[in-house]
Structures are given as structure tokens and as C-alpha cells.
């Protein structure tokens, strides 16, 4: 029997660290290549992680909602090298844990696949602590958050009187234990509740500051009658060939970018700043901003220039769903060139989007609301839009951005411009 090490791994482009979020093995428990051990999340997504070899789980390293660097153990595994090997390694585990067991707060934890043995308790008798120990030695209760508030208050909580029930410490316990709460710098004070910023959160803060203070923004807006869009909508939600897809104004909007993409290709482009040189793509990898439960993420439709009306409505489908899932893969997040933030599913006519780094250009696309609107000589209520679009005015000028968002605007004022413009 020897112990094999499984480390965390570079599931991103360049990522340093991944926060554990769940075990889903046990010391004890029998994996092979390819079983799912843990849900980390990057940056940029949650994976995953299937380890890639056969054993017998031996000692989980971390446990849940902790940040481990990339290349550190996570897991160690008894792996054969002989025949009843991993028999034996298996055996020793349940020991182990079962003497573990005994020193530690009774749980109801079964080891899976091996369960509790009936003689294990009589030969590991547990001991029990002295009706009276000093308070230096008695076993302290508390949950994890008065933990980390005990923490943060640099508190030792075996001083700290309990007041719940069965000897529970409470928030206030700890509280009342410090001189002054109110002055340590990270506590929790009451009418107040402090959120981490970590994962995608963290990344998304930093990549925001780093794009402010780096890209030199301009946003122009366009306020456009579409009219003639929602329209169309209604009658392409009527076509067999859209069947089962979502139609949403996001797909012509996304339609009519990609249009004015085709015809103005400047904007695709990235500011190499070591050698201060201009770098135009040719694939259009869309990005879609999309709100999650744990953050912002910007996943995006490869090679989106290519897609048929149809086709682009199914990618933005599984894209949205796939984000709100949290299962967004971290190479849907990478690789992005141009991006749209739908900021009118919230209700919102505008706002200046900061550009996604490396991207030289983002559109906003704001709320679509009925509105009184001169038609020729007359007065009508039209649906009407406000676009936004910032972008990098270190190699987007005026010109180009303004004409990108003006043939944005025509093609969603007239769809029919998506076949006289192809």
C-alpha cells in the first residue's frame, strides 16, 4: 500500500488559488479514475474535479469553504501496489477514523461502504471528558460563525462564558467577552452583515478596477425606435424553424452587433500594451453578461459571426441557462472579444458599462418601454430602446465607435437590413 497525493489543479488560464466548496467522498471511501472528489470554485467558474486514479480515500486535506493554491494537496488516496492492498489500506482507514471518532463530539458519521463495526467501540472505549475540568481544557461549543467572529475579535473562546443551551457560545457571549467590539476592523456589529468577497466576486471587483484605471472609456448612447424588431420577434417565435428556442429582444440585439461588427471589424480588437500595438481579430467570440447567484460572469458564444439567426438563439439559450446554473466552464469564460450586458432586464434605460479586460468595446442594451415618438409629421407610441456603448479610446476613435453603434441602432430600427447589409 502507498499513499498517492492529488493536488489542486489549474482548472483556468493563470489562476493561482480555488476555494473548496464541497466533499462529496469521505476517508474511507473507494474512488476510481474519473470519480468526482470536490466542487471548487475559480474565479471564473465552478468545476468539478474528478480524481484520475483508483484507491481508497486516505485523509481529505482541506475542508469545505477553504482557498487552497493551485498545486497544493487536497486529497491523499491509498493506492494497491499489490493484491489486497487496498483491502488493507481500507481496513486501517476505518480504524483510524473510528479512534478519531472516539477522542472527538459524538457524530453519526458512517465511513460509506464500510459502516460501523459492533466490537470497534469496546476495544476504543470513549473517553469522556471530567465532570468538572478547568476551564483551559473544556471542550468549547460554538457554530462556525461565532468562530470566526471570536476570531476576528482575537478572542480565545475556552474564556468566554456560555449562555445558550447545553453550554453553547453565542454571538453575544463573544461579544460581551470583548472591550470593544465596535472598534476591531472586520467584526460583525449588529445591524450589519459582512459578505466575503472571494471567487467570482473577487475576480470580477479586480478585473473592474484594473480595466477602469487602464482603458481610457467612452460611451456614446443611441436612443432607437424598435418597433419594427418586436415585431419581427413575434413572427419569428411563429417560425417552425425556431421551435423550442427562446426569442428574446437579446438575439437581435446580439444580431444586429455582430452586423455592425461585420461591417466596421476595427472595434474586434485588443490593445497589446508591451509592444503598444493594435490587435484586430477575426473571430468574434460574443460575451453575455449574466447575474448569478454567486456573481457576475461573462461566459461567451464562439465564433458568434458564424451563427445563423437560429443558431445564435440556441447558443445565447444554453449560454444564459448554463450561467445561472453556476456550471459555466472556465473555457466559455475565456477567449471573449466583444460583450453585451443586458441591463434592461432590470428595468434600466442606460448606463456606462465598463469594457470586459482585453475587449475594446461593450454595448448596453436598455429597457424596451412604449413611448411617444414622432413618426413623418405625427406623434405615435413606439417601443423604444437606449443603447450604450463604451470602448477603448486608445484604439477605438470616435468614428469607429460611433459607427458601430449607429449601424447597431439602424438594424434593430429596420430588421430587413440583415439581408440588404450581408
Request: proline share 8%; net charge negative.
Amino acid at each position: 500500500m502507498q499513499l498517492r497525493e492529488f493536488t489542486m489543479p489549474d482548472v483556468g488560464e493563470g489562476l493561482t488559488e480555488a476555494e473548496i466548496l464541497r466533499w462529496f467522498v469521505a476517508p474511507g471511501d473507494r474512488v476510481s479514475d474519473g470519480t468526482t472528489v470536490c466542487e471548487v470554485e475559480t474565479a471564473k467558474a465552478v468545476v468539478e474535479l474528478p480524481i484520475p486514479f483508483d484507491g481508497i480515500v486516505h485523509e481529505l486535506h482541506h475542508p469545505e469553504s477553504t482557498t487552497v493554491a493551485i498545486g497544493a494537496v487536497i486529497i491523499t488516496v491509498a493506492v494497491a501496489d499489490e493484491a489486497g492492498a487496498v483491502a488493507q489500506a481500507a481496513e486501517r482507514i476505518v480504524e483510524d477514523a473510528a479512534e478519531q471518532l472516539a477522542d472527538h463530539e459524538p457524530r453519526q458519521a458512517v465511513l460509506v461502504g464500510y459502516g460501523v463495526t459492533t466490537g470497534a467501540s469496546e476495544r476504543r472505549p470513549r473517553r469522556r471528558p471530567s465532570p468538572t475540568p478547568p476551564v483551559a481544557d473544556r471542550r468549547t461549543l460554538a457554530k462556525p460563525p461565532v468562530r470566526r467572529l471570536a476570531r476576528d475579535l482575537g478572542i480565545e473562546l475556552t474564556r468566554v462564558p456560555a449562555t445558550g443551551p447545553g453550554g453553547l457560545i453565542t454571538r453575544d457571549d463573544v461579544r460581551n467577552a470583548a472591550p470593544e467590539p465596535s472598534t476591531v476592523a472586520g467584526a460583525e456589529v449588529p445591524g450589519e452583515h459582512r459578505i466575503p468577497v472571494k471567487g467570482v466576486r473577487r475576480a470580477t471587483a479586480e478585473a473592474m478596477v484594473a480595466s477602469a484605471f487602464t482603458a481610457p472609456h467612452v460611451t456614446e448612447f443611441l436612443t432607437v425606435d424598435v418597433t419594427r424588431t418586436m415585431r419581427f420577434l413575434e413572427e419569428l417565435k411563429a417560425d417552425p424553424d425556431f421551435a423550442g428556442l427562446r426569442v428574446t429582444p437579446l438575439l437581435m440585439v446580439a444580431k444586429a452587433f455582430l452586423t455592425a461588427v461585420r461591417r466596421h471589424p476595427g472595434i474586434n480588437a485588443t490593445f497589446d500594451e508591451a509592444h503598444q500595438e493594435i490587435v484586430v481579430k477575426d473571430r468574434v467570440n460574443l460575451g453575455i453578461a449574466a447575474a448569478t447567484p454567486r456573481g457576475l460572469v461573462v461566459p461567451n458564444v464562439k465564433d458568434a459571426h458564424t451563427l445563423t439567426l437560429p443558431r445564435l438563439a440556441a447558443a445565447l439559450g444554453d449560454l444564459t441557462a448554463t450561467a445561472r446554473a453556476g456550471r459555466t466552464t472556465p473555457a466559455d469564460l475565456a477567449g471573449g472579444t466583444l460583450t453585451i450586458t443586458n441591463i434592461g432586464v432590470f428595468g434600466v434605460d442606460t448606463g456606462t458599462p465598463i469594457l470586459n479586460p482585453g475587449e475594446a468595446a461593450i454595448l448596453a442594451a436598455g429597457a424596451i418601454t412604449r413611448q411617444p415618438w414622432v413618426v413623418g409629421e405625427e406623434v405615435r407610441p413606439r417601443h423604444v430602446c437606449t443603447l450604450a456603448l463604451s470602448f477603448d479610446h486608445r484604439l477605438v476613435d470616435g468614428e469607429l465607435g460611433s459607427r458601430v453603434l449607429a449601424d447597431t441602432g439602424a438594424v434593430l430600427e429596420r430588421p430587413k437590413r440583415l439581408l440588404t447589409w450581408s
